[in-house]
């Protein structure tokens, strides 16, 4: 690790005797030494080491301040007066009012939409199959003597038998599938990352306790953190009593090396959070949205990538509610222009040459990109980010 972000209890960053430090966002402070991180609000403490500020904290008085506590007060000889911090309460309260509003909508469709899925893939099952030819085959050559109305009835009978027994036996094989699903991907972080500890990545680590809280989770989800051969990505996932995220090593490595940005990847972290909090990677929520994948073509190309794409607008807001000081399109432009550059580009040019330099042709070609994907096109998701509105984001 690059020992000028955030070294733990290294003398030669500690900040002078009484000096405050703003701590600007991301950016390397303190006369003495360096405050890195700072936090969007925090500040240094007069002495012994501040470090990561805090989002919204203080140092102490004296001796270590070390992630400056999200809601801590400090500045004991005149450092700064007291700074409580979001309240949990509101910050719930804010991402209740900014759920995509195609999220809901689109979820119960997806719902619906997996019942009719299921049952034609049953009607398929039960018409094409081998058994209906076996059985026009009995009655045609009389071996089955049964009267007509009461063959009628048994065949009824028979077939919805068949159909509950079948599509009971199509629900518990998707159920296992999806559990099988949830634990390799969880075995791959037992096996290839690094847990995020008190020790290893311990300024993420309490960004994760800071983010917990206001959501109001009482387990925090574990963080894992995975090289991936340069992808700048994360995800969240799910099993069994408990949330947890992987972030890629390379968008970690904005936080250590080159612009130690942070707030960046702890923007990116606070969306896989929104994943979380909103349910999005539970078993029961996957579970029932699933089925619509059984409806052809307008089940998995349709209706999943939209339900997708307006959870990823709704985890969005999550992080935007978990940091209202940070402008979240700047981890767009890091995931589009990569972690060296990404600091150098300008917003709105990016949006101004997307939007005005392609013929409608050349639109109508991303407006397919856009429906066929699982996250919302880039400009889109950064257009939503900068709207103040919120429930926002451009769908289709
Ligand atoms: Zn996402």
Not at 33 to 55: D, L, S, V
Request: charged share 15%; aromatic share 10%; net charge neutral.
């Amino acid at each position: 690790m690059d020992g000028n972000f955030i070294p733990q209890n290294n003398d030669q960053n500690r900040m002078p005797q009484g000096q405050v430090n703003p701590g600007n966002p991301g950016q390397p402070s303190g006369p003495m030494g360096n405050a890195q991180a700072g936090g969007a609000y925090g500040q240094g403490g007069p002495t012994g080491n501040a470090q990561t500020g805090g989002a919204y904290g203080q140092g102490g008085p004296t001796g270590n301040a070390q992630a400056g506590g999200a809601y801590g007060q400090g500045g004991m000889n005149g450092a700064g007066g007291f700074n409580p911090g979001p309240d949990p309460r509101q910050v719930q309260a804010e991402i209740k009012k900014t759920r995509h509003s195609w999220e809901v909508p689109m979820y119960i469709i997806s719902i619906l939409a997996g019942v009719l899925g299921v049952g034609l893939a049953l009607l398929q099952f039960l018409l094409d199959g081998d058994m209906m030819s076996g059985i026009t085959e009995a009655i045609d050559s009389g071996s089955l003597d049964v009267p007509g109305p009461l063959l009628f009835v048994l065949l009824t009978f028979g077939m919805s038998i068949l159909a509950i027994v079948s599509g009971i036996t199509m629900i518990i094989l998707t159920l296992l599938y999806i559990i099988i699903i949830l634990y390799q991907l969880y075995a791959d972080q037992m096996c290839y990352s690094v847990k995020v500890s008190e020790k290893n990545y311990p300024e993420i680590y309490k960004k994760v306790q800071e983010f917990s809280m206001l959501l109001g989770m009482k387990r925090p989800p574990e963080v894992y953190v995975q090289q991936m051969n340069g992808q700048l990505n994360a995800y969240t996932s799910w099993v069994f009593g408990k949330p947890y995220i992987q972030l890629n090593a390379e968008i970690v490595d904005v936080a250590y090396l080159e612009h130690k940005d942070p707030e960046s990847v702890y923007f990116i972290m606070a969306h896989e959070f929104g994943h979380a909090y909103l349910h999005h990677v539970q078993l029961k929520y996957i579970f029932w949205s699933f089925f619509a994948n059984f409806l052809p073509v307008i089940g998995p190309f349709v209706i999943m990538p939209l339900l997708s794409r307006a959870r990823e607008y709704s985890a969005d807001r999550v992080a935007q509610a978990l940091m209202p000081a940070y402008k979240g399109e700047e981890a767009m432009l890091l995931l589009i222009g990569g972690r060296h550059t990404y600091k150098y580009l300008d917003v709105n040019d990016y949006l101004q040459r997307i939007n005005s330099d392609h013929n409608g042709m050349e639109h109508c070609a991303r407006w397919f990109m856009n429906f066929l994907s699982s996250h919302p096109i880039m400009p889109f998701r950064i257009v939503a980010l900068m709207d103040p509105r919120k429930k926002s984001g451009r769908m289709i």
